[in-house]
């Protein structure tokens, strides 16, 4: 499995040293662990969340548009629409 670079503040990073440390635990370890732990906690807060946006798609290429740029889709209108594919 690749590894990535994780960037966190001083804080975080010696809170993550400490718990690793005190679990006996690698600290790449402790931290996906935390992360797994944290996301299943706020699973409903992430699908109510992900609903949230997909329900802003009405399969139009306008609504992607909208979406992607934050622009509301009159403004999108405004500033000229884009093509939609008939």
């Known amino acids: 499995m690749a590894l990535a670079i994780l960037k966190v503040d001083q804080e975080v990073a ?12 690698a600290k790449k370890d402790f931290v996906g662990e935390a992360v ?9 807060e992430i699908e109510a969340n992900m609903r949230a946006t997909m329900a802003l798609l009405d ?24 093509g939609e594919d008939e």
């Open 36 to 44: 797994r732990t944290y996301l299943q906690l706020r699973r409903s």
């Open 59 to 82: 399969g139009s290429a306008r609504s992607e548009v909208a979406l992607l740029t934050g622009m509301s889709p009159e403004r999108v209108d405004e500033l000229g629409g884009v």
């Open 14 to 25: 010696d809170l993550a040293d400490v718990g690793a440390h005190q679990l006996k635990m």
